[in-house]
């Protein structure tokens, strides 16, 4: 690797922590190169020695890795388990435990979850600016009224964070509680919260599509390698 690449970057690909968690390192003088404490923003090439806590840092040699998860209900998108719920990585191998999700999908929703170690194409996904589509199939506790519907569709709905606006569609004629939801912005449980100011309750929330990745038959807890 000749070319500059951010410190934290690095840190943050072969260690599995998060850029901002690997500028604290750096802040806390735990990062050292070339014998001297690292800095903030310092950029590194190959020929750089590269050490945290004593453990040297390998500089990046491979490809970036990418993978598509069909996430069952019940499991939550961390690495530590909160309470009795099991982590998505119970259910991949040890290779892939230091990718982090790209979104999420809370502990009852299932669907297509990307995972990468890949910060850039992380925010390419997950920023509103580059308007990256998702879809979900969503199953209401009653039937979904036309008013609300329009509201949903054409007005949005106002959340304490902001207006909430998505697009239905139908998944059967004649079918008022399964609807087909796409969205490009994914603030926190944002489609549970909209249907609930509107008294509803989702009681099934499934992705299909993010981008340009579907799930399409891949089973539940089954993965595969993608390319972007």
Not at 142 to 148: G, R
Request: with cysteine; net charge negative.
């Amino acid at each position: 690797m000749s070319d500059l690449i951010r410190l934290n970057k690095l840190l943050a690909h072969q260690t599995g922590i998060s850029r901002r968690e690997a500028d604290l390192l750096i802040e806390q003088g735990r990062a050292i190169v070339n014998g001297k404490p690292a800095e903030l923003g310092q950029q590194v090439t190959a020929t750089d020695l590269i050490s945290v806590d004593g453990k040297s840092i390998q500089h990046q040699t491979a490809a970036y890795t990418y993978i598509l998860f069909h996430k069952p209900v019940g499991y939550v998108c961390s690495r530590r388990a909160q309470g009795d719920n099991p982590t998505i990585y119970d259910l991949l191998p040890a290779e892939y435990h230091t990718l982090k999700p790209v979104g999420r999908l809370d502990k009852d929703s299932s669907g297509l979850l990307l995972l990468t170690d890949d910060g850039d194409f992380a925010h390419r996904m997950t920023h509103p600016s580059f308007h990256k589509n998702k879809a979900y199939e969503v199953t209401l506790d009653h039937a979904l009224e036309p008013l609300h519907r329009q509201m949903i569709s054409d007005c949005g709905v106002d959340l304490e964070d902001g207006k909430s606006q998505l697009q239905l569609e139908r998944i059967q004629e004649g079918n008022d509680t399964d609807w087909k939801v796409v969205m490009h912005e994914g603030r926190n449980r944002q489609i549970r919260r909209t249907f609930t100011a509107l008294g509803y309750t989702v009681t099934r929330l499934h992705r299909t599509n993010f981008g340009t990745y579907e799930l399409d038959e891949l089973p539940a807890g089954k993965f595969t390698t993608v390319s972007v």
